[in-house]
């Protein structure tokens, strides 16, 4: 058991923590996370998350907690915003290596599992994220293990660990994979008074009383905007996110199992001989098909979809591939469609380095020698990864292919996406404490609305519709406006009013990042001038 634990172990310390605070907070969720977190040990008030000096009840409050503690010691750091996020992601692939162990019984189909989580794209983002999506897949997917073991009283304290990062989802999921599992194998009757009772306990101990203090101290206004708004209306509404497609999850599926996706395909001689009936679907097939499947059905009938939501889908997933690559490579009926998906990897790997080449201009946070260093390591990869085809040593494939994933992974990490501090949003924090005064007013409209405050460490008004920007820049006192180059002429007119520009950054909003940008980058369009503006 050594050895492999400690390769996982090493794998996942190159793929989720080397360079892990190297990148700025960016100007996602995780500014609300890192922020919040700050403005607790700030304020040492630990019952009431805020942000930009706020309340914020949307989330619970667990990654907050952990995060405080770890900047208690550390200064409000990148690197210690994200460390939980990350070592959830280590608990993640050692918990679904222990799994796939038990499950398959075969330690390298376990090894792979724990490799693909180690690797794939998903996991990686996830990791390096100061948010708490990977800590409550880790959760979820210990109460789902747990149970499926009969230890309760794990299970129970992973929801309640589950239910103060995330809220009801931490409940729902692993109830909604359970009961079809147990139900399908005649084994209901494992919910007997004794086992609920000890992990209810244990549940309650651990996720209620927080909630209870949090009601206690704002009343039930609390529990309506949470438990109603937050999650229900989320789920069952758009108010929060415009309504995607059906099919929204299938491409971020693939895509969050990338490069291990296209291995997914050499499960099919399998799936057809179960269509035909050729054979059944033995019992360990069945518990992985109904927690990938029963999750993702249950997402796709929500409203608002968002990518990162199916992540505990991957670690059963994960196991489903490794399983399917251990069988195949040993079977040499199997190596034709075991070459197509190694040689579709292959071409994978050279599409993304051509990309890389393309879209080199726009990598401003990466220095130039790193982002060149990057394209030919995954290049690199691509030739390592295609000599297992090319000489028939299949049992060569996960070892190369872990550590080629991982090669991609640190490329993309630091020869396009890190490196180069200060990044735009400190420049531009700086600019606002070189040319404001103590409580001069600053807004943001459409630019670095959630990061900036952690970088400035003061309030900043979120100015998230024109009319309010318009207000803003017509005050009778003097103010200042962190707004797009683009946007800020409109302002402008419509105000009947030249504001002072005082200073400008460059900078790449990784968000508005799709395929025709990587393909054909125009730098003047794709890159955006960020103004600092004095109304007067």
């Not at 990148?78 to 608990?91: D, P, Q, T």
């Not at 708004?229 to 989320?234: C, H, I, P, V």
Request: aromatic fraction near 12%.
């Amino acid at each position: 058991m050594r050895r492999p634990v400690l390769s996982l172990i090493l794998l996942t310390a190159v793929t989720f923590f080397l360079g892990l605070g190297r990148q700025a907070i960016t100007d996602s969720d995780e500014g609300f996370y890192a922020e919040a977190s700050r403005e607790m040990v700030e304020s040492g008030d630990w019952l009431t998350p805020r942000f930009n000096y706020e309340d914020r009840w949307q989330k619970p409050v667990l990654y907050y907690w952990l995060t405080a503690a770890t900047f208690l010691g550390t200064g409000p750091t990148e690197s210690a915003a994200r460390w939980w996020s990350a070592m959830s992601g280590l608990g993640l692939v050692l918990l679904t290596w222990a799994a796939a162990r038990r499950m398959t019984r075969r330690d390298n189909a376990a090894w792979i599992a724990g490799a693909i989580v180690a690797t794939c794209f998903g996991c990686f983002f996830m990791a390096r994220l100061a948010l708490p999506d990977l800590p409550l897949a880790f959760c979820i997917t210990l109460t789902i293990w747990s149970a499926l073991e009969g230890r309760w009283a794990l299970a129970g304290a992973a929801a309640g660990l589950g239910f103060l990062v995330k809220g009801p989802l931490a409940l729902v999921i692993p109830a909604i994979v359970l009961v079809p599992i147990w139900w399908r194998e005649g084994r209901l009757g494992v919910l007997t008074v004794r086992n609920l009772v000890v992990a209810a306990a244990l549940f309650l101990v651990i996720g209620v009383p927080w909630y209870a203090a949090m009601t206690y101290t704002h009343g039930t206004p609390y529990l309506e905007s949470f438990f109603l708004a937050d999650n229900l209306e989320r789920f069952a509404t758009d108010r929060f996110n415009e309504p995607r497609a059906f099919w929204f999850y299938v491409p971020i599926l693939v895509g969050g199992l990338l490069p291990w996706s296209l291995f997914m395909f050499v499960m099919a001689p399998s799936a057809w001989d179960v269509v035909k009936r050729r054979r059944r679907l033995t019992t360990e097939e069945w518990r992985l098909l109904l927690w990938i499947g029963v999750p993702l059905l249950f997402f796709t009938l929500s409203v608002g979809k968002q990518p990162r939501y199916i992540l505990p889908v991957l670690p059963p997933l994960a196991i489903l591939v490794a399983r399917a690559i251990t069988r195949r490579i040993t079977d040499p009926r199997c190596h034709t469609a075991m070459a197509i998906a190694t040689w579709a990897t292959v071409f994978l790997f050279a599409a993304i380095a051509v990309l890389f080449v393309r879209a080199e201009p726009l990598f401003m946070a990466a220095y130039p020698t790193v982002s060149t260093v990057a394209i030919a390591l995954i290049g690199g990869a691509a030739l390592a990864l295609a000599y297992v085809p090319a000489a028939g040593r299949w049992h060569l494939l996960p070892g190369h292919l872990a550590v080629c994933a991982a090669a991609l992974m640190m490329a993309v990490q630091f020869g396009a996406l890190a490196g180069v501090r200060p990044e735009p949003v400190e420049e531009m924090a700086a600019l606002v404490r070189t040319h404001g005064v103590a409580g001069e007013p600053v807004g943001t409209y459409q630019v670095f609305v959630r990061n900036l405050v952690f970088y400035r460490r003061a309030r900043t008004i979120d100015l998230f519709d024109e009319g309010r920007a318009l207000d803003f820049i017509k005050s009778p006192t003097r103010s200042l406006l962190v707004v797009r180059a683009v946007d800020l002429p409109r302002l402008e007119a419509i105000a009947g009013l030249t504001t002072q520009r005082l200073g400008q950054v460059r900078y790449l909003n990784t968000a508005n990042i799709r395929l025709r940008t990587l393909l054909a980058p125009i730098p003047e369009q794709d890159l955006e001038t960020v103004l600092l503006v004095a109304n007067r």
